[in-house]
Nanobody, 117 residues
């Protein structure tokens, strides 16, 4: 499955953005989809994941500010980000792994999120 992220941009502290991850070639029906982010000079870190059954899991730093969701057609995964902070500035990536595997097999190109103070 090929992934394309969109929705990044520049926002002030306290603002909101919704990121989208579109599947190309096939649906997400057989995949677990996650969002990761990478800030300058830092390693890529886990943000949120959504399973095939719609179960979700979040990194502790999300603190209830972010929500991951998936559309009924299973071709789009979203990350709604509220109460953004400057520390949320990073390139955000979506990744997909087959439900039977622990390895992400497909990454998107990333979308830049910049939060100004």
């Amino acid at each position: 499955v090929q992934l394309v992220e969109s929705g990044g941009g520049l926002v002030q502290s306290g603002g909101s953005l919704r990121l989208s991850c579109a599947a190309s070639g096939r649906s997400f029906s057989s995949y677990v989809v996650s969002w990761y982010r990478q800030a300058p000079g830092k390693q890529r870190e886990f943000v949120a994941t959504i399973t095939r059954s719609g179960g979700t899991n979040y990194a502790n730093f999300v603190k209830g500010r972010f929500t991951i969701s998936r559309d009924k057609a299973e071709t789009m995964v979203y990350l709604q980000m509220n109460t953004l902070e400057p520390d949320d500035t990073a390139v955000y990536y979506c990744g997909a792994r087959p439900f039977y595997s622990a390895d992400i097999v497909s990454w998107g190109q990333g979308t830049q999120v910049t939060v100004s103070s």
